[in-house]
């Protein structure tokens, strides 16, 4: 018997360090480097302005779905945990029968997500254009598909809907649909 508990116990002290799941067996997203990486990044997006009750505020413009009826993009470059590229934070307004109007007059009220887009180290998702992808609700929560999945990371990489699936198609191959800097 004895040998037998050993093992167990030298199995469950290999999972409570992490070593029985290596890096590579992770999910492409949602997994907790991501989520790591969304909370520190709302942080910095709250810091600059760019997102929570102190965000600076443009003039939103009608969207298409799926992000939204009404939306705001800002761009900027960003430097997280000493690696510096560009974030791209779009805001996702809702509500039944809103206009322009009403998001810039209470804009709290409608918004519904913040969707960003951030380029990462080369390698971190090559084929896909090293994007960081995030879906936040209003208050820097991630949110989830409807599988229970954290949306954060490279998501939904090797699925056939999804942030990256989407993104793939856009003009320029740069996974950005709005311009193509990033060519
Ligand atoms: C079904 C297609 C589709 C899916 C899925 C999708 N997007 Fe988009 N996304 C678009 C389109 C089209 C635009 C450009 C039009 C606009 O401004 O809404 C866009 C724009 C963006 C932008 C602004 C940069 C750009 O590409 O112009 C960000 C950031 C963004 N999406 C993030 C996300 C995130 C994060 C997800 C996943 C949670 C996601 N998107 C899922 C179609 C999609």
Known sequence: MKPVRTLVSAVVL????????????EAPFGNQTDMEMATSL???MEYKGLAGDHAVMTRPYKGIQPHGMILELIEMPVTLHGQSGPLIVKRNYGGDGIDIDDVINDPKRYLQAVTIMLKREAGYDAENGDWFYVKYDAR???????????????????????????HKTAEGGDFVFNHDRYK
Do not use: D, F, H
Request: hydrophobic content about 50%; some cysteine.
């Open 14 to 25: 290999g999972a409570t360090l992490g070593l029985a799941v290596p890096a590579s067996a």
């Open 42 to 44: 709302w942080a910095l």
């Open 140 to 166: 820097g929560n991630v949110m989830k598909n409807p599988k229970g999945m954290s949306l954060a990371g490279r998501v939904a990489k090797g699925m056939q809907t999804g942030c990256i699936a989407c």
